[in-house]
Structures are given as C-alpha cells and as structure tokens.
Nanobody
Framework: VQLEESGGGLVQAGASLRLSCAASGRSFSAYAMGWFRQAPGQEREFVAAISWNGEKTYYGDSVKGRVTISRGNARNTVSLQMTSLKPEDSAVYYC???????????????????WGQGTQVTVFS
C-alpha cells in the first residue's frame, strides 16, 4: 500500500500550487482521504479532507478559503489546490487515507491509517 504525493515546490507568496496524491496497492474508494502538514519544530496540522464519496469536505481554519480538496473519479487520487500561498504555509505536506468514525475525526491524525512520505512546500516572501 502506497500513497505518493507530488506537486510540491518553491513558490513566491501569493502564488498557487496544486498537490496530488496517488494511492496504490489496494482500493481506497471506501476511504476518506486528506492532507496534513508539518513545519519544522511544529506539530502536525490538519489541512483538508474529503469523504469517501466526495460529498463532504473539511478544511483547517488556517487554510479555509484558500484551498480546495478534490478526488478523482476512481477515488484513488486526491488533489489539493492551494491559492494565495503565504510563507506560513511552508511545510511538508502529507497525503493520508482512513475511515474516520464521524465528522470530528476527520480533523485528527489517528483517524487515518495510511500516510505518504510527504512533499515539501516552501513559500518565500
């Protein structure tokens, strides 16, 4: 089972970036998928998640209104479109998949069973 992120990079503040994640090794069509991030010396932070059928989306307060999460038709891919990037968005972004018990659990790391290796996003001013 593998989650592979792509799309990270070095961008200027105000720019946009699209992260993608491809899941393989099993079907994730029944799994929620999401993104967390972690900056050096900081705790892991919830960014966004999407339900297994794509009908519900969840966003962290620090990115709400600036990012959009979506998943592919086969439901084994997930993307994160980020706009108006700020230096404080700099972090390693991790793709994840799991089956949260309720809406509350979408925001918590332990609800997710599978994690990617991460992709670095660096925003300079």
């Amino acid at each position: 089972v593998q989650l592979e992120e792509s799309g990270g990079g070095l961008v200027q503040a105000g720019a946009s970036l699209r992260l993608s994640c491809a899941a393989s090794g099993r079907s994730f069509s029944a799994y929620a998928m999401g993104w967390f991030r972690q900056a050096p010396g900081q705790e892991r932070e919830f960014v966004a998640a999407i339900s297994w059928n794509g009908e519900k989306t969840y966003y962290g307060d620090s990115v709400k209104g600036r990012v959009t999460i979506s998943r592919g038709n086969a439901r084994n891919t997930v993307s994160l479109q980020m706009t108006s990037l700020k230096p404080e968005d700099s972090a390693v972004y991790y793709c994840t998949a799991g089956r949260p018990w309720s809406d509350t659990f979408y925001y918590t790391g332990p609800a997710y069973d599978y994690w990617g290796q991460g992709t670095q996003v660096t925003v300079f001013s």
